[in-house]
T-cell receptor, first 113, second 115 residues
């Protein structure tokens, strides 16, 4: 079955530092890949997505590139802010008969001023 | 505003006392699902529904029931809650997950404590 592995947290950075959160996956077919963000006390919301190999999703300064050869979808941001402190979850959906959102365990990011 | 609304946000209850967590969406979505989120275990799907009157088990259905009598509502029922059901619960909806790039929309969560 499908699975998502993302780096264990927590991750603590200073403001303006570079962020990478690793995500790798195992999936049948050609999944779409997602990053969701969960701010404290809130539900999950879509941060970005990519639907095919070499696609780059981007939003709010965050980027992730769909790498089929390495089955990866690492999240990056060049300069984090305190307001980026949240839990980040990588997810995939193969669609079709294998429709289901499969999530990684999440990575807690704390950004200090 | 497009949204998924869960109620209540916080609930403390005692073992064995039946409870219902409500979920409603205003986007005319066909697909709805329930997850629980636990430290170290991530998000696990409890039940899902492809459409009205169509529900199926997810990865951790034991101890839970659901119903889908109307398209917009998908309540989660705990007939006899136990302490191991203490968790953070999320309801989600989407147009259809059969299309792989479909976005899911989540409620704000219900933090349940069973004592």
């Amino acid at each position: 079955g499908n699975s998502v592995t993302q780096m264990e947290g927590p991750v603590t950075l200073s403001e303006e530092a570079f962020l990478t959160i690793n995500c790798t996956y195992t999936a049948t077919g050609y999944p779409s890949l997602f990053w969701y963000v969960q701010y404290p006390g809130e539900g999950l919301q879509l941060l970005l997505k990519a639907t095919k190999a070499d696609d780059k999703g981007s939003n709010k300064g965050f980027e992730a590139t769909y790498r089929k050869e390495t089955t990866s979808f690492h999240l990056e941001k060049g300069s984090v802010q305190v307001s980026d402190s949240a839990v980040y979850l990588c997810a995939l959906n193969s669609g079709g008969s294998n429709y289901k959102l499969t999530f990684g365990k999440g990575t807690l990011l704390t950004v200090n001023p | 505003e497009a949204q998924v609304t869960q109620n209540p946000r916080y609930l403390i209850t005692v073992t064995g006392k039946k409870l219902t967590v409500t979920c409603s969406q205003n986007m005319n979505h066909e697909y709805m699902s329930w997850y629980r989120q636990d430290p170290g275990l991530g998000l696990r799907q409890i039940y899902y529904s492809m459409n009205v009157e169509v529900t199926d088990k997810g990865d951790v259905p034991e101890g839970y029931k659901v119903s889908r009598k109307e398209k917009r509502n998908f309540p989660l029922i705990l007939e006899s809650p136990s302490p191991n059901q203490t968790s953070l619960y999320f309801c989600a909806s989407s147009f259809s997950l059969v299309v792989s790039n479909t976005e899911a929309f989540f409620g704000q969560g219900t933090r349940l404590t069973v004592v």
